[in-house]
């Protein structure tokens, strides 16, 4: 019996958490906001984030096979890639251009430098950046749900606010007005956020950070509408679920703060300053670049290390 | 106070208890057929053996000398005849000699054994020194020398550690229920000759009967009782000076020079045994837990009895066990063979009959080893650097400082190994020589 026994280093149990139920997390953290897109934009939407969720899928297990390296698809985090990018597009984009989102995020991306955890930008939002710059026509042709009223039923808010105009906070919240798939609800999203949390899957500082930094310098700015410009666009999906995505952003709770307080800033910059009306996607690239030296700032003192030593 | 670097409470991690055996009073004394006792049961250098083939000796005779201050004597737990003395192989992988002893089953004492006189701070680390006993929380750190704290470091705080944070283990809390008279006089035994102003017991908040029994005896003391919030590591001895007195042991020191002294419950009550009646540490309270054993129960047994033979007293196998552990799921040693036997220093034996060998996989960096270590270090990026050989950035990022608790592994969802690569970083910096 004896001959059998099993050494090895020491602890001998662990904790029930797998990144595959992390993943799956998430997934179902997303469900609200999926819902959503489909009440508002119809089967369409259903049929794009199908879409991207399976490419993305079949684009790794691809790679994976072609390498000869084991199939990692079973984690769940190319389903998860698929349906952010599959959020960050309007309802009417064509097939063949989501599809070069997908390569793009899961090939050049991810798979490229290594695969899970390896690399350093945000898949979803890489591919969507890329998308936004080849197909700038279709990128930005907006579905407006039939239900929407009003200058919701033919602008994007955040279109109207940099106009001089107003929307009602409550439209913006609920998501009754046009915009990509996934961001127009902050209700759906809110809800997701609030499961992370309490699965404790993601940490509250980033997206608080992120979203109260974003209204504060839009007020600065001078922005005439910050509450309801932040309920506006994408910067509850992005800091909910992009600025939180692990691999690309800092490790401790005070790198996480300095990392949502860029990201609102520059988001804050971009909206106010820029030609284009959304900067969520650039701000959190952009920060993802900066968090290897925001982790090397903000690390923990050692316990028993001397203040300033 | 202003000497001491100030810290936050350490939260640590949650863990499964497991403790089934907390209400099992414990067993009677076994007497195995024969006992290994090696040289190196404790932290420092190696006894070295007294006695040859074919001596006789009894129950508390010394074995083997202790080699320098930093080192404990090792006494014979059985009467009975030196069956050889030979090198042994240690679960972890070093050799060391040891004494079998074929035991006559009488258990007879040492005739020349005598409770010794004990009236200053100086008179009581002899005696310990002179008992063997060695930290019995599992780290085996030699007690004496915890007596004897440098001359230039003032001790104002005793901590007599009753956390008991490692799942499955049980034994601690069967002796304050058991013999809570022994604890508490050994602890008046110590303030009162170390003139240690304030002694406090520590307990995890899981463990109310305990601190039931304890409070009667405390009256009028002096002796604090501590109820902690149950954590895993709460018993680790940074982590417990910590929450206790709000300072941090500072890097590469000891207790002392936060001015503690930190004692397992079981040690002190084994100081007192030996105050008391002369016979060292030659038997142990040892919980015996795990799927795969039969009756789990919390046994006596004489130090050196090979883990098969305790494992038989306790009904033997129900299943066949995959792991046999000296010591806790989160820190204990993995055994190679039941041959190898009970040590001063062991609190639990644990037999599973399932593994959890999962697959290791990709990092996702999800930092959760970083809010898990309890030496609030970046695990995550120091295995970065010791898998690309980076052992100078890794031991910038203090990872000498890891106490092996093993929450970083615990913690990781992708199962990888932290703490082990911890250990090899450890290893390897200490091997080249970076400073």
Redesign the interface.
Known sequence: MTNELYVTSSPHIHSSKTTRAIMLDVLIALAPAAAVSVVLFGARALLLEVFCVALCVALEALWCRLRRIPVTVGDLSAAVTGLLLAFNLPAGLPLWQAAVGCAVAIIVVKMLFGGIGCNFVNPALAGRVVMAVSFAGTMTEYAYPATAEGLVASATPLGIIKDGGSVDALTLFLGNHGGVLGEVSCAAILAGGIYLVARRVIKPVTPVVFILGEILFAALFGCPHPIEAALSGGLFLGAVFMATDYVTTPYTDLGKAVFGLGCGLITALIRTFANSTEGVSYSILLMNLAVPYINDLCRRRPFGKEAGK | MGKY?K?RR?RGIR??HNKGTKDCATRGLISPPFVVLPMSQHIGAPATPCVKKGDRVFVGTVVGRANGFVSADVHSSVSGTVREVSPFLM?NGARSEAVVIDSDGEFTPEPALRAPEVETAEQLSQAVAASGIVGLGGAGFPTHVKLSPPKNCVIDTLIINGAECE?YITSDFRGIVEEPESIVEGIKLVKRLLRIPRAVIALEDNKPEAAEILRPLLKESGIELLMLPTSYPQGAE?VLI?NVTGR????G?LPADAGVVVLNVGTVASIHKYIKTGMPLVSKRVTVDGDAVSEPCNIFVPVGTPV?FLIECCGG?KA??????MGG???????????YPVQKNTNAILA?SQ????GT????????C?DAC?????P??IQTMYETGDLEGANA??VM?CV?C?CC???????R?I??IM?LAKLGIRKAGIK
Do not use: F
């Open positions: 670097i810290t350490v863990v499964p679960p799942p940074k910590a941090a042991v500072p890097v020191k098969s196998y066949p066990p995959k792991k046999l552990i799921p989160m820190m204990g040693v993995a055994l190679y063979s039941g041959d599973l593994i959890e060998l999962t996989n990709a990092c996702i960096r999800c930092a959760r970083v309890t030496m609030r270090l970046s995550v990026e990022l203090s400082s092996e093993g592994t615990y913690a990781c969802p992708a199962k190994p703490t082990q250990r």
